[in-house]
């Protein structure tokens, strides 16, 4: 079992930066697809980026500001968010899926980001 730890949401002005953390536990870190979402008020859970090894995948609304990257000597995944924008402010989840599952098999408890323009 997988347990994952989000932190580094909090309250921004609109064109700040701002890095998420997520550590994980409990699994073989490096060998896993670590992934970040994120929910909006009223709006479903999106992808925003995930990277496997050295292959990176972003969302079209974050390509070019938000930075996915991983420490797997310290068990971390981040996601550097940069030019900020309202539309950005959500609930970020963290999530891993291992080489076996074609779906995220786990998910943190997600971390508040809130983007004031």
């Known amino acids: 079992q997988v347990q994952l730890v989000e932190s580094g949401g909090r309250l921004v002005q609109a064109g700040d930066s701002l890095r998420l953390s997520c550590t994980a536990s409990?699994?073989?870190?490096?060998?896993?697809?670590m992934g970040w979402f994120r929910q909006a008020p009223g709006k479903e859970r999106e992808f925003v980026a995930q990277?496997?090894?050295?292959?990176?995948v972003y969302a079209d609304s974050v390509k070019d500001r938000f930075t996915i990257s991983r420490d797997n000597a310290k068990n971390t995944v981040y996601l550097q968010m940069n030019s900020l924008k309202s539309e950005d402010t959500a609930v970020y989840y963290c999530?891993?899926?291992?080489?076996?599952?074609?779906?995220?098999?786990?998910w943190g408890q997600g971390t508040q980001v809130t983007v004031s323009s």
């Open positions: 999530a891993a899926r291992s080489p076996a599952s074609s779906s995220f098999d786990y």
């Open positions: 409990g699994g073989t870190f490096s060998s896993y697809t």
């Open positions: 990277i496997r090894w050295d292959a990176l």
